[in-house]
């Protein structure tokens, strides 16, 4: 084998690993493929496309990508039966727009981490089988349009730092076990004036600052208290099923409102932490880059790149024996190369 073929072919490998990496943003494509581990069953075959070896994940079924197929826009991947964890490595999408699971089982909490993801506009994980606390840093998703997270098993109160996502046009949170008030505006005076009068003089929290909501569901939890002045705009179905202190036949019945909701917790999971058979996996931090390819990849990897490099070295070897056959000068290695 003559030296020169052996250098075209690590220029070649060379260069195909650089275009596979610059086409996609390579953390990107680590946080969609810790999203598919995270997925324990996928009987409908929704990701079996989702391979680590394609070229670009735009093609993948259910992402949507900019325009210069470089950033995932969009994730929508609804009644497909997927069984499984969130990958907290989700919030390294920086780029989402659209976060859309609805009808799946996905079970666990809601990492905190998806609340990195600045430009969110809809996040949509209703009815699935979702537990634990709506986490407070989702008031950091100042761009999100639209929530909806019915029919899971959400507990908790709910985070008034909801009042701060100043777009929100439709929240969603029927049919879970959310506890506690409804966040309209902490202020006693201000309840009882009308929306938006005080909006600009006081400072408030809660759900009075979300001036644009048009459409909201709190319906079949176990909310106290009474309905938010600023929220009374809400037809009463919205409110119905709770614990709520209403002239409202459809209130639970005291019985159901008398502790703490039912805590039944499925399959004895802890809802502030994920379950212990499944701990060390996903434990809930974004590893580096570097920890983030299959073993069977950099398996790949490694024997590719030791069985080109032998051959590069028996090449190299044998070049530089006939070259000491030929003549008794010693050529540089350039010299070698060019021959
Ligand atoms: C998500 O995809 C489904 C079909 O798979 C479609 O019906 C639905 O409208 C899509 N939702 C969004 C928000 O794009
Ligand atoms: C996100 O929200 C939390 C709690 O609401 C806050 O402490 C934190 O500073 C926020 N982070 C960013 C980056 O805004
Ligand atoms: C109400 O909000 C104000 C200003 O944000 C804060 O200082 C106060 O502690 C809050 N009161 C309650 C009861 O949360
Ligand atoms: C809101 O609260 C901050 C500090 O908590 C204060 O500096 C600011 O003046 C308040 N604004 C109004 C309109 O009351």
């Known amino acids: 084998m003559r030296p020169f073929s ?5 220029w070649a490998c060379l260069g195909l ?25 996928d009987p409908l075959l929704v990701l079996s496309n989702w391979n680590t070896l394609d070229e670009n994940p735009c093609d993948w079924s ?15 991947i609804s009644g497909s039966s997927l069984k499984g964890f969130l990958a907290p490595e989700l919030g390294l999408l920086s780029s989402l727009r659209e976060l859309v699971l609805h009808g799946n089982n996905l079970i666990g909490v809601i990492p905190k981490e998806i609340c990195m993801l600045k430009y969110l ?58 506890q506690g008030f409804v966040p309209g505006s902490n202020n006693s005076d201000f309840t009882s004036t009308s929306h938006g009068m005080y909006a600009s003089s006081w400072n408030t929290t809660g759900l009075c600052r979300s001036s644009q909501l048009k459409v909201a ?93 032998s051959i590069f070295l028996v090449a190299l070897l044998t070049a530089l024996q006939r070259c000491k056959s030929n003549s008794s000068i010693t050529y540089p290695l350039e010299e070698i190369c060019k021959r």
């Open 217 to 309: 569901d709190f319906s079949y939890n176990f909310f106290v208290g009474s309905i938010p002045k600023c929220l009374e705009y809400l037809p009463s179905s919205s409110f119905q099923g709770n614990c709520l202190q209403d002239n409202d036949p459809k209130q639970r019945l005291t019985p159901q409102c008398g502790g703490a909701p039912p805590a039944k917790h499925r399959s004895g999971v802890n809802p502030n932490n994920r379950p212990a058979q499944d701990g060390t996996k996903h434990q809930a931090t974004l590893k580096p880059i570097s920890a983030s390819k299959p073993a069977w990849l950099l398996a790949l990897e490694i024997a590719t790149g030791t069985m080109v490099g």
């Open 17 to 41: 690993f650089l275009v596979t990496c610059e086409a996609f943003a390579t953390n990107e494509e680590y946080a969609l493929s810790a999203f598919k581990e995270a997925i324990n069953e």
């Open 62 to 76: 259910g992402i949507s990508c900019s325009m210069a197929q470089d950033h995932v826009l969009k994730i929508n």
């Open 6 to 10: 052996v250098f075209q072919l690590v």
């Open 121 to 178: 506009r809809v996040l949509d994980l209703g009815m699935n089988r979702l537990l634990g606390p709506i986490p407070p840093e989702i008031g950091n998703l100042t761009s999100l349009m639209k929530i909806n997270l019915q029919s899971n098993g959400l507990m908790g109160t709910l985070p008034p730092e909801l009042g701060n996502l100043k777009y929100l046009e439709e929240l969603r949170l029927d049919r879970n076990k959310l």
